[in-house]
């Protein structure tokens, strides 16, 4: 299941954004045009339909608060409104499903966070769930928690709940993966950081880790040669590690262990790794980073190749030239955000860019430009 459509109402620095989503998805943009707020968004649903103690309030919380996501660029007390379709096929005229949610903060007494609508329909069955109901209009209570968050009240759209729930966000932090009592013991993401990544390849069976390990050594041996025979091991402690043999002037190599890798090794392991996991939708913050532009070239066949084999929804930030100079990227899976004074607006290409995309230039060429900071020439410190 894919999702193919989101609107976005007064989250962050968006006052009202709709997009069509593909398989793959590419947000370019300047820098702090939203592309991480975007993808927040898709987390923040992860977060709410989260089997291990998600929830609507939590969800905020760890945001510090409805202030902090709610829209600056918003007059008065609005709503926070997220608006999903989702379907098997991106091409569908009408979706298999269509999720909204969204909450304010009442102005008085309490002042919860409360849902002002959650709202459920699916292409056979129509309208399963329209809230607030006549219970939660008897029991004002029952606003502070999702339908989707709990499996008593989700049990005929749980199919939704689990593809948000399996929502993954990478952005491996390489310093925090060496030393993991570097990160907040209460981070607010599961694992934003790749701190617990090592867990999650101990967590894999024997079997799986193997063949992912065999796999990723061999994508590894062409951007990093000098690395082979990676493996996993445990510590005396029971703690897991990753070891490889780095192979230098001696014959036969030396050991080393994660906290001894390169970033780009590190970054690459992770990329790697989620993507043979195969996670869907699979969130990726700048996956070019610390690595060469010869591997950031090939990202989006990687990614290609893994989908033609299963479905696997993959958003992607991107600032790379290289990556998107791939000729193989589809002008449909571009989304382009745009700042203005009423908020980043959010487009995908228009028919002129696709006019030039198929005289063949490159994404890179066409729309790069366009996501440039208008007086970027002029920076400088005097
Ligand atoms: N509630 C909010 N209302 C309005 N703007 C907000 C809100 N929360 C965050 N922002 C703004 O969003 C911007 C950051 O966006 P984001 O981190 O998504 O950018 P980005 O495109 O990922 O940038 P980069 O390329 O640097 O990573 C900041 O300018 C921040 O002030
Ligand atoms: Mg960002």
Same mark, same amino acid.
């Given at each position: 299941?894919?999702?193919?459509?989101? =609107?976005?109402? %007064? &989250?962050?620095?968006?006052?009202?954004?709709? $997009?069509?989503?593909?398989?793959?998805?590419?947000?370019?943009?300047?820098?702090?045009?939203?592309?991480?707020?975007?993808?927040?968004?898709?987390?923040?649903?992860?977060?709410?339909?989260?089997?291990?103690?998600?929830?609507?309030?939590?969800?905020?919380?760890?945001?510090?608060?409805?202030?902090?996501?709610?829209?600056?660029?918003?007059?008065?007390?609005?709503?926070?409104?997220?608006?999903?379709?989702?379907? +098997? +096929?991106?091409?569908?005229?009408?979706?298999?499903?269509?999720?909204?949610?969204?909450?304010?903060?009442?102005?008085?007494?309490?002042?919860?966070?409360?849902?002002?609508?959650?709202?459920? &329909?699916?292409?056979?069955?129509?309208?399963?769930?329209?809230?607030?109901?006549?219970?939660?209009?008897?029991?004002?209570?029952?606003?502070?928690?999702?339908?989707? =968050?709990?499996?008593?009240?989700?049990?005929?759209?749980?199919?939704?709940?689990?593809?948000?729930?399996?929502?993954?966000?990478?952005?491996?932090?390489?310093?925090?993966?060496?030393?993991?009592?570097?990160?907040?013991?209460?981070?607010? +993401?599961?694992?934003?950081?790749?701190?617990?990544?090592?867990?999650?390849? $101990?967590?894999?069976?024997?079997?799986?880790?193997?063949?992912?390990?065999?796999?990723?050594?061999?994508?590894?041996? *062409?951007?990093?040669?000098?690395?082979?025979?990676?493996?996993?091991?445990?510590?005396?402690?029971?703690?897991?590690?990753?070891?490889?043999?780095?192979?230098?002037?001696?014959?036969?190599?030396?050991?080393?262990?994660?906290?001894?890798?390169?970033?780009?090794?590190?970054?690459?392991?992770?990329?790697? &790794?989620?993507?043979?996991?195969?996670?869907?939708? *699979?969130? *990726?913050?700048?996956?070019?980073?610390?690595?060469?532009?010869?591997?950031?070239?090939?990202?989006?066949?990687?990614?290609?190749?893994?989908?033609?084999?299963?479905?696997?929804?993959?958003?992607?930030?991107?600032?790379?030239?290289?990556?998107?100079?791939?000729?193989?990227?589809?002008?449909?899976?571009?989304?382009?955000? #745009?700042?203005?004074?009423?908020?980043?607006?959010?487009?995908?290409?228009? =028919? #002129?860019?696709?006019?030039? *995309?198929?005289?063949?230039?490159?994404?890179?060429?066409?729309?790069?430009?366009?996501?440039?900071?208008?007086?970027? #020439?002029?920076?400088?410190? %005097?």
């Amino acid at each position: 299941m894919l999702i193919t459509r989101i =609107e976005l109402r %007064n &989250w962050r620095n968006f006052a009202h954004i709709e $997009a069509k989503l593909r398989e793959t998805v590419y947000l370019i943009g300047p820098n702090a045009s939203g592309k991480s707020n975007f993808l927040d968004a898709l987390r923040f649903l992860r977060d709410v339909a989260s089997p291990w103690g998600g929830g609507l309030q939590k969800a905020i919380a760890s945001r510090q608060g409805i202030s902090k996501l709610r829209s600056l660029m918003a007059r008065s007390n609005p709503e926070v409104e997220i608006y999903v379709e989702l379907s +098997d +096929d991106v091409d569908d005229e009408i979706p298999t499903w269509k999720y909204r949610l969204a909450f304010t903060a009442e102005t008085a007494g309490h002042r919860r966070n409360i849902i002002t609508k959650e709202y459920v &329909w699916h292409r056979e069955h129509g309208v399963l769930l329209n809230r607030p109901n006549d219970k939660d209009n008897g029991d004002r209570e029952l606003l502070t928690q999702t339908a989707l =968050e709990n499996a008593f009240t989700n049990s005929e759209f749980r199919d939704v709940a689990k593809i948000f729930a399996s929502t993954t966000y990478m952005h491996l932090v390489p310093q925090l993966l060496r030393y993991p009592e570097l990160s907040s013991p209460t981070a607010p +993401d599961n694992d934003p950081f790749g701190q617990r990544f090592l867990e999650r390849v $101990a967590k894999a069976s024997d079997k799986t880790r193997e063949l992912y390990l065999k796999k990723m050594e061999d994508a590894l041996n *062409l951007a990093v040669p000098q690395l082979k025979e990676l493996k996993m091991v445990t510590d005396k402690m029971g703690r897991p590690h990753l070891e490889a043999i780095y192979k230098h002037w001696r014959p036969r190599g030396a050991r080393q262990q994660e906290d001894q890798f390169s970033d780009g090794t590190l970054r690459l392991i992770g990329l790697l &790794w989620c993507l043979l996991e195969g996670h869907s939708p *699979l969130l *990726l913050e700048e996956p070019e980073l610390s690595l060469n532009d010869a591997i950031v070239e090939r990202i989006p066949i990687l990614i290609e190749r893994l989908q033609r084999k299963r479905m696997q929804q993959v958003f992607m930030t991107t600032h790379s030239y290289s990556l998107l100079a791939n000729p193989g990227i589809d002008g449909r899976d571009v989304l382009i955000l #745009e700042t203005g004074t009423e908020g980043t607006q959010v487009r995908g290409i228009s =028919e #002129e860019e696709a006019v030039l *995309l198929k005289s063949g230039l490159s994404i890179a060429e066409v729309l790069l430009p366009k996501a440039r900071p208008e007086s970027a #020439e002029k920076i400088t410190l %005097n």
